[in-house]
Each structure stands twice: as structure tokens, then as C-alpha cells.
Nanobody, 128 residues
Framework: QVQLVESGGGLAQAGGSLRLACSAS????????MGWFRQAPGKEREFVAAISWSTGNTYYADSVKGRFTISRDNAKNTKNTMYLQMNSLKPEDTAVYSC??????????????????WGQGTQVTVSS
């Protein structure tokens, strides 16, 4: 069993920044992919970014490339924590952001079915 807890959502103005964090606990193993997805009202959940925990490789949706940065922190006191630094925010970035983990994967993936566990989600609202 794996638990994911997100934090860091909130309200920002267009052009501003926010940083999201996702901490994983439980039996993750050493090879897994973690990703961020978002869902705006009335829309499907969409992929945002993903990172391979073992290689550090990253992958971004075109809509956030160059504005968002995904990273991981495996230091002893913040082990298994993933971040999403969101800069140059736009109103269309408004959504509930959720993190997921795909166990046993070295390669990054944007495909939802590969993700085994999800966090509860955190709201990001960008005002114009």
C-alpha cells in the first residue's frame, strides 16, 4: 500500500508562481514513476508532468513545457517527495492537481492506467 499526500495549492494571479509537493509513503520500491495530472471543471483529467525516480528523466505536456518544472527530493528528511514548480501561471492552469505513482516503472509515462495510487488532490486557482 502506498499513500500520497499533496500540498501547496492555492490562489495565484496570472503570471505568478506556485509550488506543489507530493509525498509518498509506504512500499514504493526503488523504481517508480511519479506524475502530476490535473482536472478542470467539466473536463477530463489530463497529464501535466512526470519524473522517473531512478533515472530523473522528466516528461511534460506541451501546455506546460517551459513554465512548469517537476523535480524529486530523496534526501533523508524529505524522502520520496516530488515537486511541481509552476511559473508564468495562466487562468487556464486552474484545476485540481493530483499526484500519482506508477510502481515498478523506470520509464516516465503520461498514461493514467499505469498509475497505481493517487493523492487526494489540491486546488490551484489562477486569476486573470
Amino acid at each position: 500500500q502506498v499513500q500520497l499526500v499533496e500540498s501547496g495549492g492555492g490562489l495565484a494571479q496570472a503570471g505568478g508562481s506556485l509550488r506543489l509537493a507530493c509525498s509518498a509513503s509506504g512500499r514504493t520500491g526503488s523504481a517508480y514513476c511519479m506524475g502530476w495530472f490535473r482536472q478542470a471543471p467539466g473536463k477530463e483529467r489530463e497529464f501535466v508532468a512526470a519524473i522517473s525516480w531512478s533515472t530523473g528523466n522528466t516528461y511534460y505536456a506541451d501546455s506546460v513545457k517551459g513554465r512548469f518544472t517537476i523535480s524529486r527530493d530523496n534526501a533523508k528528511n524529505t524522502k520520496n517527495t516530488m515537486y511541481l514548480q509552476m511559473n508564468s501561471l495562466k487562468p487556464e492552469d486552474t484545476a485540481v492537481y493530483s499526484c500519482g505513482i506508477a510502481l515498478g516503472r523506470v520509464l516516465v509515462t503520461a498514461q493514467r492506467p499505469y498509475y497505481d495510487y493517487w493523492g487526494q488532490g489540491t486546488q490551484v486557482t489562477v486569476s486573470s
